[in-house]
């Protein structure tokens, strides 16, 4: 049962435009939502996160918003660069309980 | 600060073998994780450490994997015997406390099961 799930594997996205990256769950339970970045051979660096309260959070040139109603929460970064060619995995947590991640989706940034 | 320490970084063994994996977390971090990342998936907790005692091992095959943390620092994970289905990268990961959200990872060891 995949309660978090990325549709997208992939995603290629011209430099310098807005790169939407997307995430949606089922549990109604989940409270708090992070997205992960992941170099290879890296390990997944935290990058943005939001509680269930709020619907926004900023932070630099990432933005992720949360839709409750839908059920679904979305990453902006804008403007795009190619460091930014990475995976990306969106998690989710309900109270202390374990993270439960997503597959992941696969961002390219083209020059 | 130093990172989250894993080593090796790749192992490859046959079938029926065993395998261990050694993990550093952070200093001052209470909490540490071991995940499973098979390839195309998102990590998968095995277990999760506050100091040296069990918080979370629901999903640790507990019939071949093993994990124990002494003395509340660095921690090993060990597979006996290995599985063909067990090939993923072992990231293990630590955070301040089990109520912190964030998450600090390691660079991962890659296990091949052949």
């Known amino acids: 049962d995949q309660q978090v799930k990325q549709n997208s594997p992939s995603l290629s996205v011209q430099e310098g435009r807005i790169s939407i990256l997307n995430c949606d769950y089922t549990n109604s339970m989940f409270d708090y939502f992070l997205w992960y970045k992941k170099y290879p051979a890296e390990g997944p660096t935290f990058l943005i996160s939001?509680?269930?309260?709020?619907d926004k959070n900023e932070d630099v040139s990432f933005t992720v918003f949360l839709d409750k109603s839908a059920k679904h929460l979305s990453l902006h970064i804008v403007p795009s660069q190619p460091g930014d060619s990475a995976v990306y995995f969106c998690a989710a947590r309900f109270g202390n309980e374990k993270l439960t991640f997503g597959t992941g989706t696969r961002l390219t940034i083209i020059p | 600060e130093a990172g989250v320490a894993q080593s090796p970084r790749y192992k490859i063994i046959e079938k029926r073998q065993s395998v261990a994996f050694w993990c550093n977390p952070i200093?001052?971090?209470?909490?540490l994780y071991w995940y499973q990342q098979i390839l195309g998936q998102g990590p998968k907790l095995l277990i999760q450490?506050?100091?040296?005692?069990?918080?979370?091992d629901s999903q640790l095959p507990k019939d071949r994997f093993s994990a124990e943390r002494l003395k509340g620092v660095d921690s090993t994970l060990k597979i006996q015997p290995a599985k063909l289905e067990d090939s993923a990268v072992y990231l293990c990961a630590s955070s301040t406390g089990t109520f912190v959200y964030e998450q600090y990872f390691g660079p991962g060891t890659r296990l091949t099961v052949t």
């Open positions: 450490f506050q100091n040296n005692g069990v918080v979370d």
């Open positions: 939001i509680s269930s309260i709020k």
């Open positions: 200093s001052g971090h209470a909490t």
